[in-house]
């Protein structure tokens, strides 16, 4: 089993929202710090949003007033509203900083305009 096994993900319209869970297995600790990535076709992996302590959370600009990052439990939410074309990637979580050998599979989110 992956450390991290992030789900959610989809094909929707510009507009619509989507609800991404990251679920955690035993073998490794709830990290005080967790984050939500994004890769784009042909571009760097970068941050969306993190979450420090469960409580205190961060955006990069690009987000910031559309998704929502949260701790429900052992998993880590991202709720992502109105979104965009430019919103389609693989998303990833991870700890902060990122610690390679966790991560997974990615779900991929599809928006079309």
């Known amino acids: 089993q992956a450390p991290l096994a992030e789900s959610g993900g989809g094909l929707v319209q510009a507009g619509e929202s989507l609800r991404l869970s990251c679920s955690a297995s035993?073998?490794?600790?709830?990290?005080?710090?967790m984050g939500w990535y994004r890769q784009a076709p042909g571009k760097e992996r970068e941050l969306v949003a993190r979450?420090?302590?469960?409580?205190t959370s961060s955006y990069a600009d690009f987000v910031k007033g559309r998704f929502t990052i949260s701790r429900d439990g052992a998993n880590t939410i991202l709720q992502m509203n109105n979104l965009k074309p430019e919103d389609t990637a693989v998303y990833y979580c991870?700890?902060?900083?990122?610690?390679?050998?966790?991560w997974g599979q990615g779900t991929q989110v599809t928006v079309s305009s």
């Open positions: 979450l420090v302590g469960g409580s």
């Open positions: 035993r073998r490794i600790p709830i990290a005080s710090t």
């Open positions: 991870n700890t902060w900083p990122p610690n390679r050998v966790y």
